[in-house]
T-cell receptor
Framework: ETGVTQSPTHLIKTRGQQVTLRCSSQ?????VSWYQQALGQGPQFIFQ???????GRGNFPPRFSGLQFPNYSSELNVNALELDDSALYLC????????????FGPGTRLTVL | QKEVEQNSGPLSVPEGAIASLNCTYS??????FFWYRQYSGKSPELIMF????GDKEDGRFTAQLNKASQYVSLLIRDSQPSDSATYLC?????????????FGAGTILRVKS
C-alpha cells in the first residue's frame, strides 16, 4: 500500500509570487484534504476535494485554490503570496464515508520572504 | 470559545508512567474523534480514532469519549521517551458526513527517562 506523498519538500518564494503544491493520495483513497499548519498551531482546514470537485472550504481567501485529478491526486495553488502564508502545508487522503479517517503526507514547508 | 481545546502543556511524565491527554469540543453534532501524534518537524500521524461513547484500547493507547460532556481523552500507558511529541486532538464537524477536521493546538508531552 502506497502512502500519501507530497512535493516539493521545501519551497522558498517571495511575496507576490505564486506557488503550486502537489499531493498523491494513498492507494484506495478518493478524497484529498489540504491543511495549513503555522508554527505552534494545529492544522487549519483549507479545503477538500472529492470526485474532482471542491467539497468544503475553510476560512481561506480565494487566492487559495485547488484541483483534483481523475487519479485522485491533487494540487494546491496559492496566488499573490503573503508573508503570513509561510507554514507547513499538509495533504491528507481518506475514503469518503461516515468516518473519514484522514492520513497525512509528509508536508511541504513553504517560506515566503 | 474555540471549537477544539487542549492544554498546551508541556506535560511531563516519568518513563513507565501513564500520560493523560485531554480535549474538549464545542460541536455537539460531532460524531468522529481522532488523536494524532506529531514529532517535531514531521507531519501528524493518526494513532487513534473513536466514534462511540466509552473506551477504545489499542496497545498502550486508550481513547475515551464522553459525548454528553463533549470530552475526549487519550491515555498512554507505560510511557516511553519515544512517546515525546505533540498530541493533536481532531474532531470531524459538519454532521454525519462532515468533511472537515478541526484540530486543537496540541499538547506537548515529554517523557523523562
Amino acid at each position: 500500500e502506497t502512502g500519501v506523498t507530497q512535493s516539493p519538500t521545501h519551497l522558498i518564494k517571495t511575496r507576490g509570487q505564486q506557488v503550486t503544491l502537489r499531493c498523491s493520495s494513498q492507494s484506495g483513497h478518493n478524497t484529498v484534504s489540504w491543511y495549513q499548519q503555522a508554527l505552534g498551531q494545529g492544522p487549519q482546514f483549507i479545503f477538500q476535494y472529492y470526485r474532482e470537485e471542491e467539497n468544503g472550504r475553510g476560512n481561506f481567501p480565494p487566492r487559495f485554490s485547488g484541483l483534483q485529478f481523475p487519479n485522485y491526486s491533487s494540487e494546491l495553488n496559492v496566488n499573490a503570496l503573503e508573508l503570513d502564508d509561510s507554514a507547513l502545508y499538509l495533504c491528507a487522503s481518506s475514503w469518503a464515508g461516515p468516518y473519514n479517517e484522514q492520513f497525512f503526507g509528509p508536508g511541504t514547508r513553504l517560506t515566503v520572504l | 470559545q474555540k471549537e477544539v481545546e487542549q492544554n498546551s502543556g508541556p506535560l511531563s511524565v516519568p518513563e513507565g508512567a501513564i500520560a493523560s491527554l485531554n480535549c474538549t469540543y464545542s460541536d455537539r453534532g460531532s460524531q468522529s474523534f481522532f488523536w494524532y501524534r506529531q514529532y517535531s518537524g514531521k507531519s501528524p500521524e493518526l494513532i487513534m480514532f473513536i466514534y462511540s461513547n466509552g473506551d477504545k484500547e489499542d496497545g498502550r493507547f486508550t481513547a475515551q469519549l464522553n459525548k454528553a460532556s463533549q470530552y475526549v481523552s487519550l491515555l498512554i500507558r507505560d510511557s516511553q521517551p519515544s512517546d515525546s511529541a505533540t498530541y493533536l486532538c481532531a474532531v470531524r464537524v459538519g454532521g454525519e458526513y462532515g468533511n472537515k477536521l478541526v484540530f486543537g493546538a496540541g499538547t506537548i508531552l515529554r517523557v523523562k527517562s
